[in-house]
């Protein structure tokens, strides 16, 4: 069964402090990989899709990597206005009718201490 | 670009009446848009999908009499949740995608209260 698992589910760091957030997937076929952010009470923005392994996007202090097996978040010296659940979401190839479709993690609740 | 707004942002309901909320994509074209709702520190849970002038494609479990989905154009979908209870409370979000990318972009929701 294709499945998303992020970790950890809540990360607290300091003000500065260098974190990676990770997104295990297990799909049939990866047409590609997102990356959202979502703050309380809003829908989610979005930050990146990476479609194949060894890819890297930037976006000021975020970085997405891809594996065949895994993603990561890189948050450098991150700030307080960085707090916020980031959701990973994967599209597989699916069956014609359905490949729409994407899975979504459960998501990481960042929160960044002054 | 790819701005996808939803109205109304909030909603307050009597049971057994209808709501319909709206999810507009501002400045594209939006040949598919989906549905979703979320519960407090839950992630997104899938409703339905719908494709410009098609039906919508309901997930297992979604009534799809309860919830209708309705996509007139490239740029307008709306649901309507028929005879509201208090257990349909929740947030609402839609999104958009076009035809040449897979990424969705999601409006800012809609928080749904049934009273």
């Known amino acids: 069964e294709d499945q998303v698992t992020q970790s950890p589910e809540a990360l607290r760091l300091q003000e500065g402090e260098s974190s990676s957030l990770n997104c295990s997937y297990t799909v049939s076929g990866l047409r590609g990989l997102f990356w959202y952010r979502q703050d309380p009470g809003k829908g989610p923005e979005f930050l990146f899709t990476?479609?194949?392994a060894g890819e890297e996007k930037e976006k000021e202090r975020l970085k997405a990597t891809l594996t065949k097996k895994e993603s990561f978040l890189h948050i450098t010296a991150p700030k307080p206005e960085d707090s916020a659940t980031y959701l990973c979401?994967?599209?597989?190839?699916?069956?014609?009718?359905?490949?729409?479709?994407?899975?979504f993690g459960k998501g990481t609740r960042l929160h960044i201490l002054p | 670009g790819a701005v996808v707004s939803q109205h109304p942002s909030w909603v307050i309901c009597k049971s057994g009446t209808s709501v319909k909320i709206e999810c507009r994509s501002l400045d594209f074209q939006a040949t598919t848009m989906f549905w979703y709702r979320q519960f407090p520190k839950q992630s997104l849970m899938l409703m339905a999908t719908?494709?410009?002038?098609?039906?919508?494609?309901?997930e297992q479990g979604v009534e799809k009499d309860k919830f209708l989905i309705n996509h007139a154009s490239l740029t307008l979908s709306t649901l309507t949740v028929t005879s509201a209870h208090p257990e349909d409370s929740s947030f609402y979000i839609c999104s958009a995608r076009t035809l040449e990318a897979y990424e969705q972009y999601f409006g800012p929701g809609t928080r749904l209260t049934v009273t």
């Open positions: 979401a994967v599209q597989a190839t699916w069956i014609m009718n359905r490949d729409d479709k994407i899975i």
């Open positions: 719908s494709n410009e002038g098609s039906k919508a494609t309901y």
């Open positions: 990476l479609y194949s």
